[in-house]
């Protein structure tokens, strides 16, 4: 009787067998990430559809600046003489808008996500830290542009005729704008227990509107226009009314903005904290 063969073939069944061994290199189980702009458009929209479907975040983001607009354009305050009281109305308008989506509803927003471990667990995946701001900040600079198109709709409604220079002038001080903002907002949560960022973020933001927004500064008693000058919401009035109503163009107030910008972003770097311990 002949010995078998014991072959490739035959030993490829043997357990034991090296040819039977799974190779090194083979990929683990699961799923592997999306690529991370995948990811991080995925974030911001989630983070725009959870603005835009809450009503008090809507309120904040619409509907107050739409009275604000309304009431401004019937009231003869915060005017500028030799400017039709529609584009110093819309000047002040889309100012608040700005504030109130890039600070107020991300100050709150992110809070309330800090308080339930969101940011905690967001460490964790594969989205990350730096991923969960970047979704934001494109989250807002979305709802921004809708924000502008029902806010500009409404003003076309009112009579507003904008000049596409201004326009065209408005949108880096909207960028500058939206940066300080968010940035303020974000230390905001990134500080205070959730009460309180609930409570001093609408606070803050009232103090922002009448604090240079809903009035130019040279309307304010003398012994404040200082106070005012350097305040975010100052500088971004006064540059908006300089690019959508005509007004004098301020270069102090442009660096202002931008120190507020550059200062809140640092501070946000060194100071935020992703957890309530």
Known sequence: MTAPDLSADSRAGDPASPTSQAPSNAPSSGPAPAPRLRRILAHARLEARTLLTNGEQLMVAIAV???VLIGLRLLPV???????????AVAATLATALVSTSFTSQAIQTGFDR?????RWVATTPLGRDGYLAGKVLATLLVHVLQGAVLGLLALALGWRPELWGLLAALPVW??????????????AGRLRTEG??????????LFVVGGISFPVAQYPRFLRGLVDLLPSGALGELLRACLAGSPFSVGSALVLVIWAVGASLAVIRLFRWTDA
Request: glycine share 14%.
């Open 65 to 67: 600046p739409a009275f």
């Open 78 to 88: 915060g005017r500028l003489e030799g400017v039709a009281p529609i584009d110093t």
């Open 115 to 119: 308080r339930n471990g969101v940011l």
């Open 175 to 188: 960028l500058v704008g939206t940066v300080a903002f968010g940035a303020l907002g974000l230390l905001l």
């Open 197 to 206: 960022v609930l409570a001093a973020s609408n606070l803050v933001f009232v």
